[in-house]
């Protein structure tokens, strides 16, 4: 076989492996990297999620998110945007429909209380809004942000 048949399997070798490395590195859990990697890697692409929605709805769930962020200068991190995303995600799990008016809304509703929160412990590392912040958001607004929680005005629930 002539040099350049070599040089040919060489390539095509080394760009076989580069393949097979770089979808262990995409598709494998991170747990084989070391914690100080990972923690480095995290506060890297805090402000990236990989949205990745099994349905319609949670893809426009995550835009109201977003834009809500980006419309009140608010940043939030990534597991802060998961926490508002879960009661939404059960409800349309569980019951098969979702009123994204009203989910809009609540979000909307949240998002201003979270605009006034200026406390340390609501704020990660990089000054983003974390998931504490979003505890006092559904506490300050609890019983009146449907889906997250059915709306009892009529029964006397605060409404701050």
Known sequence: MSLEGWLLIAVITLLVACLILLAFMVFAPVDWLPHRVRLHFARQF????????????MSDVDFFIRRNERSRGLRLTVSARQMLMIPVEERLYDRGD?????VEDSIGKLFEVLR????DS?????GA????????????????????CASTESEGARDR
């Open 46 to 57: 805090e402000g990236w999620q990989w949205r990745s929605y099994s349905t319609p709805e």
């Open 98 to 102: 979702l009123n994204l008016g009203q």
């Open 116 to 119: 006034y929160d200026d406390s």
């Open 122 to 126: 609501s704020r990660s590392g990089s």
């Open 129 to 148: 809004l974390n998931s504490v912040a979003v505890i006092k958001a559904f506490h300050a607004k609890f019983c009146n942000i449907p889906p997250f």
